[in-house]
């Protein structure tokens, strides 16, 4: 007996109807992206693994999903080097591509590879999925969809007030209740210098970035464990629990940043977006919150996540300021800011708050029953009409037992049926029954089309 199929962990199919909510969340999104002047790209799943390797710093590189060479792959290598079952090493010998961790690395390497081509400030979107070999959990998946908007080769922090408001106007749109998370990585570079450890920043925010999942504690016990001193983490801990209000929080900072160039910096650009988002009243609450790290490396100012308010769930957006991304590529000086909307989560957040408006499943709006050959042909003509005009029509395509034709109907939920028979032909008319209410009504095919319309 053949073995029962499988996928792999931290993957998902997805039926019709879950494809018709997701759709929704996807549709929901572009459209935010185009209203806010956004331009469409895409890039490969897969890239070059000198593209993908050293962007995410050294737990992000463990991550990526490298892909095979095709051919004999033990060409080139020793007996030594096999036998050395050196993973990493091995690796680097026989996998030259792998499959993109995000998607703006592979931004970068675009704006670097098409630089003539684009004009700055470029506003691109991008809606494709990543791959990371995480471990599966709730809310984590192997395999998930990104949908990032970035602004690149501009500095003005009024980029980040757009971000802002386009995360506040996408989730208003879907109806979910969120918090903006703020930082900065320069008051945390700040921050290292004057805890006397500015070699620890990347220990540093790695720590911090795990203090939901880990506590304070963990993230002390992390932080030693790095070789941080004794001395250092306790000057940290005070910034760490910091209480208060935004104002209060900044105040905090900025006094123990004092004299701190760096710090000094990311306290100011802080208060700009603290000050633009007051005055721009949206719905979203900004939180200062001086634990927020974003492990990935390439960060260097303002980040931002956003959680959901009403489910226990991990951040549904993140992102942040890149001010040298593409140098890594050979292309200096370009500034750059973007944010990630986290489809999968924001659609388990969907689910569990059951927010999908009604028409946003998309199924047939009209099921005709079939008889026989001489209705079916009949059938099709008005089929023909109706979907030229947007009305989403199909024909049962056998003349089975009204039965199993009306169960097909409500399985899929099918709102009416259209019966064709003898009586209805001589008379140009149609038999449409309301699959809701059991109602049946006799109608032409302009009045089918002008009810469907409707």
């Known amino acids: 007996m053949a073995a029962k199929p499988s996928i792999p962990k931290g993957t998902r199919d997805f039926s019709p109807i879950e494809m018709s909510k997701r759709n929704y969340i996807f549709d929901t999104i572009r459209e935010a992206f185009r209203i ?9 799943a897969m890239e070059s693994l000198s593209t993908l390797m050293g962007k995410y710093g050294e737990e992000g590189d463990k991550l990526l999903f490298k892909i095979q060479n095709s051919g004999d792959y033990f060409s080139g290598l020793t007996d030594e080097e096999l036998l050395s079952r050196n993973a990493a ?64 080769g501009n500095n003005s922090l009024i980029n980040e007030v757009e971000l802002i408001q386009l995360i506040d106007y996408v ?38 970035d795990k203090i939901d999942k880990i506590g304070l504690d963990g993230v002390v016990a992390e932080l030693k464990s790095k070789g941080i001193s004794d001395e250092s983490v306790e000057r940290l801990l005070p910034i760490l629990q910091a209480q208060g209000n935004n104002s209060e929080k900044l105040d905090i900072i900025a006094e123990t940043l ?14 700009f977006i603290l000050d633009a988002f007051n005055s721009l009243k949206l719905n979203s609450t900004l939180d200062l919150d001086l634990t927020l790290a974003r492990g990935l490396n390439y960060y260097t100012g303002a980040i931002l996540e956003v959680k959901a308010l009403d489910v ?17 590529f050979g292309m200096e000086g370009v500034s750059g800011v973007g944010i990630s909307f986290g489809a999968d989560r924001i659609y388990d957040v969907m689910n569990q708050l059951d927010l999908y408006p009604k028409d946003s499943i998309q199924t047939t709006q009209v099921m005709f029953v079939n008889f026989g050959e001489k209705e079916a042909m009949h059938a099709l003509q008005i089929i023909s009409k109706l ?18 034709q009306m169960g097909y109907a409500n399985s899929h939920g099918i709102p009416f049926v259209a019966i064709i028979g003898e009586q209805e032909i001589a008379d140009g008319t149609i038999a449409v ?22």
């Open 36 to 44: 806010f002047g956004f331009q469409q790209i895409e890039t490969p």
């Open 433 to 454: 029954k309301n699959m809701t209410t059991g109602e049946q009504k006799s109608m032409t095919a302009e009045e089918l089309a002008g009810l469907l319309k409707a």
């Open 171 to 208: 989730f208003g749109k879907l109806g979910i209740r969120v918090a903006i998370k703020l930082n900065n990585r320069k008051v945390l570079a700040g921050i290292a210098e004057v805890i006397g450890e500015p070699e620890k920043i990347i220990d540093i925010t790695v720590a911090i």
């Open 312 to 328: 226990v769930i991990g951040s549904i957006t993140g992102g942040g300021r890149y001010d040298n991304l593409t140098g890594v």
């Open 89 to 152: 090493k091995l690796a680097s010998k026989f996998c030259e591509k792998g499959l993109r961790y995000d998607l703006t690395v592979p931004f970068a390497r675009y704006v670097v590879m098409h630089r003539d081509e684009l004009v700055f400030p470029f506003k691109r979107y991008q809606i494709q999925p990543v791959w990371r070999a995480d471990r599966p959990q709730k809310g984590r998946y192997r395999e998930f969809y990104q949908c990032d908007a970035d602004i690149i």
């Open 387 to 404: 979907r030229k005009e947007g009305i989403s029509s199909e024909l049962f395509p056998s003349s089975d037992k009204m039965k199993k």
């Open 258 to 271: 004092k004299g701190n160039g760096t710090g000094e910096k990311g306290v100011e650009e802080i208060r």
